[in-house]
């Protein structure tokens, strides 16, 4: 997905052109830290985790797409524009998507079995995405 590709789903209604804030970039980001380093503990469920894990990357990857100047209207967009926001390839997109999928089931089927294998991907691949939007300059005051 290129920029060219953010600005048609602007076109399309999936996005809105909105400029970012210094204040809700750094936020975003400080969340996420947290989260995933709560998600790194194995004292709590898998099911914490993996919702930890998730929420995670979701802020980091909301916040390259708003640092881009764009604000989704549904939450997995933030995941397929990893390649223009983030400079990400499907290897780690890809995961979150299926991950995305997962989170759902929970949230409105009562779905609760959590694949260890998943969550372990989800944790590697929000690692990497917080190594990616960490080197990200935040928005001007």
Known sequence: MSDENLKNLVNVGKLKAEECKRSEFVGLVTSAKRRLADARDQVLSPESRFDLAYNAAHGFALAALRLKGYRPNGRYLVFQ?????????????????????????????????????????????????????????????
């Open 81 to 141: 524009a990893l390649a223009s926001t983030a400079g990400l390839g499907p290897e780690i997109w890809r995961v979150l998507a299926k991950c995305h999928s997962s989170r759902n089931l929970v949230e409105y089927e009562g779905y609760s079995e959590v694949d260890e294998k998943l969550l372990g991907d989800l944790i590697r691949c929000t690692t990497v995405l917080e190594s990616v939007v960490g080197k990200l300059a935040p928005p001007p005051e």
